[in-house]
């Protein structure tokens, strides 16, 4: 079973930084893309960025060039780094496959606010 630990969220002033990170476990990760979604309140979940098994990347295309995904294949992890943060970015942030093929973990908060 795949599982998913989110981690590195929490509260920032607008214009400000955070790095997530996310362990996958349950799965050979290196021959596998991986993927960051978001769910503001009261909306749906939504693509944020996803990276392949080679490293190419895709993001929403509002987030480029503030949010950056990566991987360490040695870790078992991938990363979010998030900046020039805005108050619309606050939501949770969940990590899940490419496709976002697999159960979901529990996310991290992000809220961006002065």
């Known amino acids: 079973q795949v599982q998913f630990v989110e981690s590195g969220g929490g509260l920032v002033q607008p214009g400000g930084s955070l790095r997530l990170s996310c362990t996958v476990s349950?799965?050979?990760?290196?021959?596998?893309?991986w993927g960051w979604y978001r769910q503001a309140p009261g909306k749906q979940r939504e693509f944020v960025a996803r990276i392949s098994v080679g490293g190419s990347t895709n993001y929403l295309d509002s987030l480029k060039g503030r949010f950056a995904v990566s991987r360490d294949n040695v870790k078992r992890m991938v990363y979010l780094q998030m900046n020039r943060l805005k108050p619309e970015d606050t939501a949770v942030y969940y990590c899940?496959?490419?496709?976002?093929?697999?159960?979901w973990g529990q996310g991290t908060q992000v809220t961006v606010s002065s």
């Open positions: 899940n496959g490419w496709s976002r093929q697999y159960d």
């Open positions: 349950g799965i050979n990760f290196m021959p596998n893309g």
